[in-house]
């Protein structure tokens, strides 16, 4: 089992940055693929990145390639999103998951077992 437990959100303008992390215990860390989520108001959950349990591979929604970027500190228990050239469009709460997975990465939310309970981000602009 995993408990999960997401900060560094906040407010930013346009073309600023931020790096969230999702600090994770109650589980070996380790073994599973852990991926980011975000659902701003009035829209469904949507994926935004993935990594695998070795962070050998990631994955990314189109929305962000080249902006954003997922690591993870498998000593520290730790998964993060580093957000650059952030936009008023990334607005939303931001969420972390973890699936239980040897090889690989997973895109939908439905396939995840374990969640945190967000963080807001918030660009102006």
């Known amino acids: 089992q995993v408990q999960l437990v997401e900060s560094g959100g906040g407010l930013v303008q346009a073309g600023g940055s931020l790096r969230l992390s999702c600090a994770a215990s109650?589980?070996?860390?380790?073994?599973?693929?852990m991926g980011w989520f975000r659902q701003a108001p009035g829209k469904e959950r949507e994926f935004v990145a993935a990594?695998?349990?070795?962070?050998?591979?990631?994955d990314y929604t189109d929305s962000v390639k080249g902006r954003f970027t997922i690591s993870r500190d498998n000593a520290q228990n730790t998964v993060y999103l580093q957000m650059n050239s952030l936009n008023p469009q990334d607005t939303a709460v931001y969420y972390c998951?973890?699936?239980?997975?040897?090889?690989?990465?997973?895109?939908?939310?439905?396939?995840?077992?374990?969640w945190g309970q967000g963080t807001q981000v918030t660009v102006s602009s």
């Open positions: 990594i695998s349990r070795s962070g050998s591979s990631t």
């Open positions: 109650g589980r070996i860390f380790s073994g599973y693929a």
């Open positions: 998951a973890a699936v239980r997975m040897l090889l690989g990465t997973r895109r939908q939310a439905k396939e995840y077992e374990y």
